[in-house]
């Protein structure tokens, strides 16, 4: 209520100028609130007394002429047959007989809808385009009719209907053309239709001619109702950025006139003034709260996001949506011709002998311990033969399982796996490698369908399972993978194949990849798209990064990342990135506010082991927390080890990494450690590998990529146009910045420090980027406030990737600290 009052107050103090309500005075016509009701009842009027006057016209033209004739020649006044009389006929006269004809009778249109708009307060048509239309109708009916009385006999009969400006221009135009000034005047009619309406669409007819206006609003924005509700945005189309005026509040009219006699403090317009004249009715009706506050509550959450939405969908059709491929229009995905063929005749994988021999030994072994089988069926996969069988009734399932070994040494062979029950089969599943194993050539899953046609946010191939299926997931989702397997059996190439799928699919704009290379040599062939696809920090040479101490300084730049993308996400009010950006492609979000179309980032490390052995804790933290946060603000991990031992892939690391990927590892205790569970032990090497995902169990031959392959792919993409440099990842600088603390001069402070440390005790987090981010500074300066907060006593030390502790609770004794150290 006080605050009503309040605004009832600066309404009033603000309205000292206008003139009495309810008093008459001629200034208050010119300046008054009702000078819109004034002149909208005048245009009206006069609208509708011209529309009168030449419809009458048209029945008493003739008889009126003398009258009129007489006015100008002997000066005596007539009776004007004329159904407004004198006045009547002399303006029809003008209008009708001496200009346009019959066409003139679309003219009072224009002050009958000025004056209707006035009054009623609100625009329902767009005032400027239909008088742009009753301009050329009404020029053109008088052409139109000019030509067939031109071509009458009696010209001083049917004049009216043309007008002196269609007929002398029928005259002109007949001169050069003949009956060609007919065709030339439907013509005219056939480009002003062209230039109206959408001719384009199908159904133009039908949408003849009003909501065509509606349409074409673009073509007149200061008439459009809702442009004029909604100011235009300045918009700069190269950057794709615009800045939106201050929001209209747009009914707040409602608010303010429920305070009785005084008028709007809200911008004045016709709507406010005609609201604010019916409200003073209602008024003696809401003498208690309840029904004002509902009125104040909910009336400002519609007009913002009828606004926020007439904007964006404004944008999107004079500019169409965002599109980031548009950074770098020219650049063309890889093709599948970069990559080797397969081999043209390849030899039967698995010969019918092999088939029925492995499946005798198999009944022979079981039947020689008891177990008699019912149904036994194989189907042939790249790397080995899956051998389903169904016993007969009232034979345990341990019994087979615990013949494992028995059965791998009747059919002498290395890597037998057995999957007791197979899940969703009714079966036993015996896995037996074949004696030649096929190549899953990269070009062969690249060129498939499921993989080309695949909807997914980050498609990635993993390889074939053992029914011959491509094997297409969508890291995304994942969204982490942790990949292991010891040296040799194919870790990097899984790796390739994993980042080659993403180049193939995903544009430079839609994805960038931060590269951890530990071992120096794995990845250095990335290194050509630095300028497409890498992330780096600035001022870093190498977009690969191999130095421990860098790897550091990157993780906790992406955990900075990280945080300032949910800060993004949170203003923006969606949960994760998907919608994030959809909001961004339909320019809901203002560029011009920190908004930014945010890639996917892809985090791939080589080798954890020897991170984690080199620096420890300082790995796994930052490493951990991108996995447990990660995932909805688009970063995603791929992290490779050939050392899957408890030290390497701690629980920490392992409980957020749910997608795990194992090549053959050196005992089954690597396998447990991986997986859960056994069996990457018996794996064979060579791509071959078991994929634990939703606690599913998957073996699937990685797709073969030769390094000339990784190579060409790099090429072709580092010879295309790129950005100017590698994406920028947050500065990170560490505990570099410690050295600045001896150098902190307690006269040299920086002026930022007093609300530095009220948004450090306020959060009660004595973090660099909160300063960074909530303040907008460079790292640098956040990084030195933030020393001298510590010198100042406000927060703890530096604890590595943690925060600092803060040491104030309260604002209250924050300041009385500042004071007595002189700030503030
Ligand atoms: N999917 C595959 N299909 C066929 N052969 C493969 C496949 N993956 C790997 N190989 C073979 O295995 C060899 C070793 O693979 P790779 O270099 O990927 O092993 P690694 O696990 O990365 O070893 P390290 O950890 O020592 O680098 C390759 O040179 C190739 O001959």
Redesign the pocket.
């Known amino acids: 209520m006080s605050e009503r009052r309040e605004r009832g107050n600066s309404t009033r103090t603000r309205n000292t100028q206008a003139p009495k309500p309810g008093g008459f005075s001629v200034r208050g016509i010119f300046y008054g609130e009702n000078r819109p009701l004034f002149w909208g009842a005048i245009l009206l009027t006069l609208g509708l007394l011209m529309f009168i006057a030449f419809l009458s016209h048209v029945f008493t033209g003739s008889s009126d002429q003398s009258a009129i004739d007489g006015l100008w020649t002997d000066q005596t006044v007539r009776q004007a047959d004329n159904a407004l009389g004198l006045w009547g006929a002399v303006i029809s006269q003008v209008f009708v007989y001496r200009w346009f004809g019959i066409g003139a009778l679309l003219i009072p249109i224009i002050p009958i809808l000025a004056g209707w708009t006035l009054l009623s307060g609100e625009q329902r048509l767009p005032l400027a385009t239909i008088s742009r239309h009753v301009v050329f109708y009404t020029l053109w009916i008088s052409l139109l009719m000019g030509y067939f009385v031109m071509m009458s006999e009696s010209q001083a009969t049917w004049g009216f209907l043309s007008g002196g400006f269609g007929y002398e221009a029928n005259l002109i135009l007949f001169t050069f053309l003949k009956w060609g000034s007919f065709i030339v005047i439907l013509m005219a009619l056939f480009f002003f239709a062209l230039s109206a309406y959408d001719i384009t669409s199908p159904g133009f007819l039908k949408n003849l001619p009003l909501p065509d206006f509606r349409r074409r609003h673009s073509d007149s924005p200061e008439e459009d109702p809702e442009t004029e509700a909604s100011p235009r945005p300045l918009f700069t189309p190269g950057s794709n950025s615009f800045e939106p005026s201050e929001p209209v509040p747009a009914r707040a009219p409602f608010i303010i006139s429920s305070t009785k006699n005084e008028p709007p403090s809200q911008p004045t317009g016709p709507a406010f003034e005609v609201l604010h004249e019916e409200i003073p009715a209602i008024e003696p009706e809401l003498p208690k709260g309840p029904l004002e506050l509902e009125i104040e509550e909910e009336q400002p959450a519609e007009p913002v996001v009828a606004e926020e939405k007439t904007l964006s969908e404004e944008l999107v059709e004079e500019f169409g949506e965002y599109d980031s491929t548009l950074d770098l229009p020219t650049y063309r995905n890889p093709g599948v011709d970069l990559l080797a063929l397969p081999d043209d005749n390849p030899q039967e994988k698995v010969s019918h002998e092999e088939l029925e021999g492995n499946k005798n030994r198999i009944v022979e072994t079981l039947g020689s311990y008891g177990i008699r089988i019912a149904k036994i069926k194989a189907t042939i996969g790249p790397t080995v033969t899956l051998y389903e069988i169904i016993p007969e009734a009232g034979v345990r399932i341990s019994k087979i399982q615990s013949l494992e070994k028995d059965i791998a040494l009747s059919l002498s062979a290395l890597g037998i796996r057995i999957i007791a029950p197979m899940p969703g089969r009714g079966t036993i599943g015996i896995e037996v490698p074949n004696k030649r194993?096929e190549?899953?050539y990269i070009r062969s899953v690249f060129s498939s369908d499921r993989f080309q046609k695949a909807t997914y946010d980050l498609p990635i191939v993993l390889?074939k399972t053992v029914s011959n299926e491509i094997y297409v997931a969508d890291l995304a989702k994942m969204p982490h993978l942790l990949i292991a397997?010891?040296?040799?059996?194919?870790?990097?190439?899984?790796?390739?194949?994993l980042l080659a799928s993403l180049i193939y699919r995903k544009h430079p704009s839609q994805l960038k990849f931060v590269l951890v290379d530990p071992?120096k040599v794995?990845l250095t062939l990335f290194n050509h798209l630095e300028r497409h696809y890498l992330a780096k920090l600035p001022n870093s040479d190498e977009a690969i990064i191999t130095d421990t101490k860098k790897v550091i300084y990157t993780l906790n730049s992406l955990c900075i990342e990280m945080d300032s993308r949910y800060d993004l996400l949170k203003e923006a009010a969606v949960r994760n990135l998907k919608e994030y950006n959809a909001k961004f492609v339909e320019r809901k979000l203002n560029p011009q506010k920190g908004h930014r179309f945010l890639p996917f980032i892809v985090l791939v490390i080589?080798?954890l082991a020897d991170l984690m052995m080199t620096a420890g804790k300082e790995v796994e933290t930052p490493i951990a927390r991108l996995a447990q946060l990660a995932r909805a603000v688009g970063i995603h991990l791929v992290v490779?080890t050939?050392r899957p031992s408890v030290k390497v892939i701690t629980g920490l690391i392992k409980a957020n990494f749910p997608a795990r990927l194992s090549?053959k590892v050196t005992s089954s205790i690597d396998s447990r450690t991986i997986l859960d569970a056994g069996g990457a032990e018996q794996l064979v090497?060579?791509?071959?590998m078991l994929l634990s995902l939703n606690s599913e169990m998957l073996r699937l031959?990685?797709?073969?990529?030769d390094t000339k392959e990784v190579e060409a792919i790099c090429n072709f993409v580092g010879n295309q146009r790129g950005y100017n440099e590698a994406y920028a990842l947050p500065e990170f600088e560490g505990d570099d910045t410690g050295e600045l603390k001896e150098d902190v001069d307690i006269n040299s402070f920086d002026p930022l420090l007093p609300d530095a440390a009220r948004l450090v005790v306020t959060h009660q987090q004595g973090s660099t980027s909160l300063i960074q981010r909530k303040m907008k500074l460079g790292y640098n300066r956040a990084g030195r406030i933030m020393d001298q907060l510590e010198t100042l006593g406000i927060t703890g030390p530096f604890t590595g990737s943690k925060a600092r502790e803060v040491l104030f609770h309260d604002l209250d004794s924050l300041d009385y600290h500042l004071k007595t150290m002189g700030l503030d």
């Open positions: 194993r190549t899953v390889g397997g010891a040296t040799g059996q194919g870790k990097s190439v899984g790796l390739n194949v071992k794995e080589d080798e490779a050939q090549f090497g060579h791509g071959d031959q990685c797709p073969f990529i």
